[in-house]
């Protein structure tokens, strides 16, 4: 592998408060959600100093079409904030078709330069895909990604164990545009992001069926007991010997992850190397990254038959991250 | 929702005349599960179940029925967070690399290739354990000097830095007052930068030591959410009617716990901090004494390895 | 470090996708040492129609592919020749008579082939040239491998295979000149594959492979190729294939492989490990053409063999043994202590006596299961309190709760007590009457457990489940049931109570029901994850639970133990019923019995499903299967345990009158078999 040279990374914490200088952005593209941080980039982009001079909202037919009327209004919630706005209808199973249609959904989006990316209610594969689309089919050359932390979990009776985020069928796919070549490879390794759904990384792992699984747990993680956590609910895939020692990454920080998977890839150079985003956002955001710039990586991640309604509480900090897609 | 709980135990007759605990808690079996998974994949095997349940054995009833003191410290437990060497290394080398990222956006000496300038801002950091050898500051600085491969040359006395020195850098593993970092700003060269690096602050702290001129770098940032019995604590989440009562508990068996500690603190910790985390080398007094109090009225289940500025009684052995 | 740094659990591997070659030949336990088998070891390699193995989660179908698989054959050999028996690795896989070649495909990467705006027919020619080229690499990759171990000989292979293969192989193989260059051409064609596979997702991108491939042109191609220019291969070396989880393989990718599988020339064969009912097809690419079992494919279910061994033989609980004796033997604790008896951790079967004293120890009442015949409802005539009492007086047995709950059985059939009494006496003396014997056969053989469960209901407690006899009939014949079994008692024992673990070898009864407890929970919920069905296999399996549940806990024991049932043949003609009703097979979630059986002793033969017994915990079922009546589910009752909760729960024929003759099946009843 070539030297690679070292840059700085732009993080930022949104402080709510007076900003002599307003970031302007042509375009950002969020998903509608019932989640009360879907919108909260949008309600604080005055406070948090930036304007989006339009929107494009992914409205997903299986979010809407279930929802009770509390959460309905909570997904609906958008209209009230007076944007210059587009709806793009979209299906949660299939990012690879609403991607393509983006292209004819907007025609100024072609000519648009600076584009954000709010990917707190998105689903892992969909911003997954709409960042291959943004480096591959566009000329824009980095972009801002917001991301909201929830401010807690929810834990029926206290009980770990308790979390789930999906509920049905289970079904392991590779994200579109991201199949990864294990052609030359002798060996099959898989690199679990930890998140606190257990269920899912024994059906990957059972799944892909690696030869090595390296985990790695977001640490330190958005509030201290989240890490232990993780590991207490992928004790199943931890148990395994075919399971190196846990492996840690900030939960926030996308640039960390990015810096530990290459590191990682680095010494496993005849390995066909799977990644499963099952973590934080932002670490998936990292995972996509790495895998943008490193295109025999595959992506491989869970798709249930149903999300969870609800699985996170409130917001906590707003974070915006600056992703290069021209790396040198 | 208040549902009474059921003693499981038949003890009605040791429990006459208790307030029954308004709270919905997991069955202790549930608890005791939810802590073993903890304890193998989190805590090193640490404890066992014969620990805890010497541990539990200082909650005889005084506040509630035994049962319900059995499920409430059980939950306390499973809420406590432990940090083994593995992760300690690794926030050694997370604060290493937050330094150097803060380092460059905040050191421009008109350097645009980034590898020099980092170059240039390790070689001309100094640095120092926060507080004074055989305390942790001086503990954790020999794990980041060891994760980061740092030379022995970067690492001085904070109050006597060499000539080159730019930066003083001082490394603890808790600030939670500041009242160590302040003691230290009085003395402080400042004509350097003097930066912090801890694995824990709490937000109140990095407050204050940013307007005393330190800047503090931290790993984790200790805000309401994390207070046992702040308003936004997330251990209540479920259980807000609870609160009052697990209070209580807290603080009752608090002060009970350092009624014959040698270096006692508040019931709820050291300058009421709330708090429940401990390292594989010791736990804080920030955390609820009821994790740590060692006494002839109290078994701990997070050893805590007291300091003393003197030590006032030493026994000897027979054979020295 | 003590011992207690030192301790790994010896059942937390139970995967063998994720076992090297050295774990599978330390773990292998040979099933043809253990059980008679309709195949033999030979003709795994030398069988010339190709073999499906299908077998549930866990039943051990990877562990006997790898096993038998080049790298793992290669290895074997390897250790053979170091351990000082003659011969090279050659040698030892012509003596085998084949040369096992594993493929599995990973479910994210079959799934790739289909959808994304691509028609069908494309996907299935991009599928093809895929799987061609897979098999094509993995002959490569093994003839290479012989030739770097000198098994070979390169300078021929150079001369001959690789020519013909680089003219098969066209334009872009021409300048090929040794096997390593074939190889990379194999796998530059299939990162034309992986290269399509990237850019379809975002844009309207052709196929367009440097050579198409057909079907069979290289899986059949390569082999006919290697046998005619490669002299060790000319003398009856047949090239397996071994395609594993062919469940995952979508319909269209299966018509693909069913057609292999039919027109399977000399010298090639193939061998599949599926889940039960994975075939999503029997089509193949001609469209009246077919597979069948029997005239295409030889069917070998795991489960028959292992299930129906646990009825009849105690194989099934030496080869246990000897799965758990190879894992137990890696802890160093254990292997210094000999510890290495299974059966001892965990007791070789249950003392019910000791369970039912101690269930009712603690009792203020330890009488309450006379409470029974106060139950007017159950009694030919109702006794007033005065009958009961001296009922209670002639027929009590304090030191042995369950002779007293058969007692008030034999109480509720109208057996006068004075009878029950001498029975009682005659049996605990060891007299030899038929009397005596008559009481031994329903205690001992008939009801001793089922007594058990119903005192548990009585006294509202739950039945323990604990002893490596009981253990190995939770597994229902799936060895990875049993090893999860071990591994969660093990965890248990490790925190609660190491002492007694890695001091005395022991695992305390309680840690092994929390464990057999916890397990059928967590299969219990995981059946909501199934792909297809999910959440309709758990409802099916907790109605069946509750269903048995009430025929377990029937204090007339009128149908001990009835944990099986039938289906109404119209189930199997609605086709979302059968979809769900195979998807359940596959999964395991119920099992079919062995061999046809009659409904009822006497009635006409049919297939008969049990409820998987890893479930039994959650419902406190027994683990055993009585074989004396069925539930029969008609197509209305079936629909509704597959998609309601809380279904109402039909109980039984009906027809046994409270104080009525016992139930006597008119042929003998399945005795109770111990496993050692």
């Known amino acids: 592998m070539p030297k690679i040279r070292s840059k700085e990374y732009n993080m930022q914490l949104l402080h709510p408060g007076h900003h002599d200088v307003i970031t302007e952005y042509d375009y950002l593209l969020t998903a509608c959600g019932s989640d009360f941080r879907a919108y909260q980039i949008l309600r604080m982009s005055r406070d948090f100093g930036v304007l989006f001079r339009k929107v494009l909202f992914f409205n997903f037919e299986e979010r809407h079409s279930c929802l009770d009327s509390t959460l309905l209004e909570a997904y609906q919630s958008y209209e009230g904030l007076g944007l210059n706005a587009s709806l793009i209808g979209c299906s949660i199973k299939d990012p690879s078709t609403c991607v393509k249609a983006l292209r004819d959904s907007d025609p100024d989006f072609r000519s648009a330069t600076k584009v954000a990316l709010d990917i707190s209610c998105f689903t892992k594969p969909y911003f997954f895909c709409l960042l291959k689309y943004l480096k591959e089919q566009t000329m824009i050359s980095d972009v801002t990604v917001f991301y909201t932390e929830p401010m807690s979990y929810v834990f029926s009776k206290g009980l770990y164990q308790s979390y789930h985020s999906t509920s049905g069928p289970l079904s392991v796919m590779e994200i579109p545009g991201f199949p990864g070549n294990d052609t030359r490879t002798t060996k099959k390794v898989l690199v679990v992001l930890l998140g606190f759904d257990g269920e899912l990384s024994s059906f990957i792992t059972e799944d892909v069926a690696p030869d090595d699984t390296l985990v790695i747990n977001g640490f330190p993680a958005y509030a201290p007991k989240f890490k232990e956590i993780s590991l207490i609910n992928n004790e199943k895939l931890l148990i395994s010997s075919a399971t190196g020692p846990v492996l840690y990454s900030r939960a926030n920080s996308p640039f960390e992850i990015f810096n530990l998977l290459e590191h990682l890839y680095e010494k496993e150079t005849s390995a066909f190397f799977n990644i499963a985003p099952i973590g934080t956002k932002p670490m998936a955001l990292g995972a996509c990254l790495f895998a943008l710039v490193y295109p025999a990586v595959r992506i491989v991640y869970p798709l249930p038959q149903k999300y969870a309604d609800v699985t996170t509480q409130e917001c906590w900090n707003s974070w915006s991250y600056e992703i290069p897609f021209r790396t040198t | 929702m208040l549902i009474y709980f059921n003693s499981r135990y038949g003890n009605e007759n040791k429990n006459a005349g208790k307030q029954k605990m308004s709270i919905v808690l997991p069955s202790e079996e549930e608890l005791f599960y939810q802590i073993m998974l903890t304890v193998d994949n989190v805590w090193d095997n640490k404890l066992s179940k014969k620990d805890i349940e010497k541990w539990l054995c200082n909650f005889n009833g005084a506040v509630f029925p035994v049962a319900d003191e059995r499920r409430l410290a059980l939950y306390v437990l499973s809420s406590f967070v432990y940090y083994n060497e593995n992760e300690v290394r690794h926030l050694c080398r997370t604060l290493f690399s937050d330094y150097l990222h803060w380092m460059l956006l905040h050191e421009k000496d008109g350097n645009s290739d980034v590898e020099r300038k980092l170059d240039s801002i390790v070689y001309t950091s100094s640095f120092c354990p926060l507080g004074k050898p055989g305390e942790s500051g001086a503990f954790v600085l020999y794990y980041f000097r060891q994760e980061n491969n740092i030379g022995t040359k970067q690492m001085s006395d904070a109050l006597h830095p060499p000539s080159y020195t730019k930066t003083v850098v001082l490394v603890d593993d808790v600030t939670i007052s500041g009242d160590q970092a302040n003691a230290y700003v009085r003395m402080a060269d400042k004509s350097k930068r003097n930066v912090l690096l801890t694995f824990i602050a709490s937000k109140d702290a990095t407050e204050v030591l940013c307007n005393n001129g330190i800047q503090v770098i931290s790993c984790i940032t200790l805000d309401e959410r994390s207070k046992f019995f702040s308003n936004d604590a997330n251990l209540y989440r479920d259980f807000r009617s609870s609160f009052e009562d697990c209070k209580r508990f807290a603080e009752e068996y608090g002060a009970k716990s350092m009624t014959y500690q040698e270096k006692p603190v508040e019931p709820l910790g050291y300058k009421n901090s709330q708090y429940a985390f401990g390292f594989f080398y010791n736990t804080p007094d920030n955390s609820l004494p009821i994790f740590w109090a060692d006494n002839q009225g109290w078994t701990p289940i997070m050893k805590r390895y007291e300091k003393f500025e003197e030590v006032p009684y030493r026994e000897f052995p027979r054979f020295v | ?676």
């Not at chain 3, 030892?92 to 493929?103: A, C, D, E, N, Q």
């Not at chain 3, 022991?506 to 069905?533: C, F, G, S, V």
Request: proline share 4%; glycine share 6%; net charge positive.
């Open chain 3, 1 to 676: 470090m003590n011992s207690l740094d030192l301790f790994r659990n010896p059942f937390s591997d139970y995967n063998a996708n994720a076992m090297d070659t050295k774990k599978i030949l330390d773990y292998w336990c040979s099933p043809f040492s253990f059980f008679k088998s309709p195949i033999s070891e030979q003709d795994i390699y030398q069988h010339d129609m190709p073999i499906v193995f299908m077998g549930g989660r866990g039943t051990g179908k990877t562990m006997f592919l790898k096993y038998f698989s080049y790298p793992v054959q290669r290895d074997e050999a390897l250790r053979k020749i170091a351990s000082g028996i003659s011969g090279n690795i050659l040698s030892f896989i012509k003596s085998r008579g084949g040369i096992g070649f594993y493929l599995r495909f990973d479910g994210p990467v079959l799934r790739s082939f289909e959808g994304k705006g691509l028609k069908p027919e494309i996907w299935d020619a991009v599928f093809t040239q895929y799987f061609e080229l897979q098999v094509c690499k993995s002959y490569i990759e093994v003839i290479l491998d012989l030739v770097k171990r000198e098994q070979l000989p390169r300078d021929e292979i150079d001369k001959e295979f690789v020519v013909r293969v680089s003219q098969k192989l066209g334009a872009s193989a021409g300048k090929c000149r040794c096997i390593e260059d074939i190889l990379s051409v194999v796998e530059n064609m299939l990162e034309e594959i992986t290269s399509f596979r990237a850019k379809i997702g975002f844009s309207s991108v052709q196929f367009v492979p440097s050579k198409p491939f057909a079907a069979q042109d290289l899986s059949f191609g390569i082999v006919e190729i290697a046998i005619e220019t490669i002299n060790e291969f000319k003398d009856g070396v047949k090239f397996v294939i071994m395609v594993d989880e062919y469940e995952n393989y979508v319909e269209r990718q299966q018509v693909i492989l069913n057609t292999l599988l039919k027109f399977v020339t000399p010298g090639i064969t193939f061998r599949i490990g599926m889940r039960l009912e994975g075939f999503h097809t029997y089509d193949t690419i001609s469209p009246k053409e077919f597979i069948k079992e029997g005239r295409d494919y030889t069917k070998f279910v795991f489960e028959d063999i292992l299930i129906k061994d646990q009825q009849h033989g105690q194989r099934y609980g030496r080869f246990l043994m000897n799965v758990a004796q190879k894992r137990l033997e890696t802890v160093q604790e254990f292997r210094e202590r000999k510890f290495l008896n299974i059966s001892l951790f965990l007791g070789k079967r249950e003392n019910l006596e000791e369970e039912a004293c101690n269930l009712i120890g603690n009792e203020e009442n330890k009488t309450k299961h006379f409470d029974i015949l106060s139950r007017t409802e159950l009694l030919r005539t109702k006794l007033d309190d005065k009958a009961i009492k001296n009922i209670k007086r002639v027929i009590s047995k304090p030191e042995n709760p369950l002779l007293e709950v058969l007692n008030i059985l034999w109480i509720i059939r109208g057996v006068e007590p004075k009878t029950i009494k001498k029975a009682m006496d005659e049996y605990l003396e060891k007299v030899s009457s038929p009397l005596a014997k008559k009481y031994g056969l329903d205690y001992v053989n008939k009801y001793k457990l089922s007594l058990m469960i119903l005192l548990a209901s009585i006294y509202r407690k739950p039945k323990m489940y604990y002893s490596f006899n009981t253990f190995c009939f939770l597994s229902s014949g799936i060895v990875g049931s049993f090893i999860d079994l071990c591994r969660r008692s093990f965890q248990y024992a490790y925190f609660e109570d190491p002492d007694t673990l890695l001091g005395k070898g022991l695992i305390p009864n309680h840690l092994q029901n929390r464990a057999a407890r916890d397990m059928a929970k967590t299969e219990l919920e995981m059946a909501n994850r199934i792909q297809n069905y999910g959440h309709n296999l758990y409802l099916f399996a907790k109605n069946l639970g509750n269903l048995f549940e009430k025929y377990q806990k029937d204090p007339l024991m009128r149908y001990p133990e009835t944990n099986q049932f039938t289906i109404d043949a119209s189930i199997r003609g609605d086709r979302e019923l059968d979809d769900m009703f195979k998807t359940a097979l596959q999964w395991s979630i119920i099992q079919a019995k062995p061999s046809l059986q009659g409904q009822t002793p006497g009635a006409s033969k049919t297939d008969i499903y049990t409820l998987n017994r890893t479930f039994s915990p959650a419902f406190d079922l027994t683990y055993r299967t009585r074989g004396a009546y069925s539930e029969k589910l008609d197509a209305s009752y079936f629909k509704a345990l597959m998609t309601q909760d809380n279904v109402k729960i039909r109980f039984g024929p009906r027809g046994k009158k409270a104080g009525g003759k016992s139930v006597k099946p008119k042929s003998k009843e399945g005795l109770q078999q111990r496993l050692i």
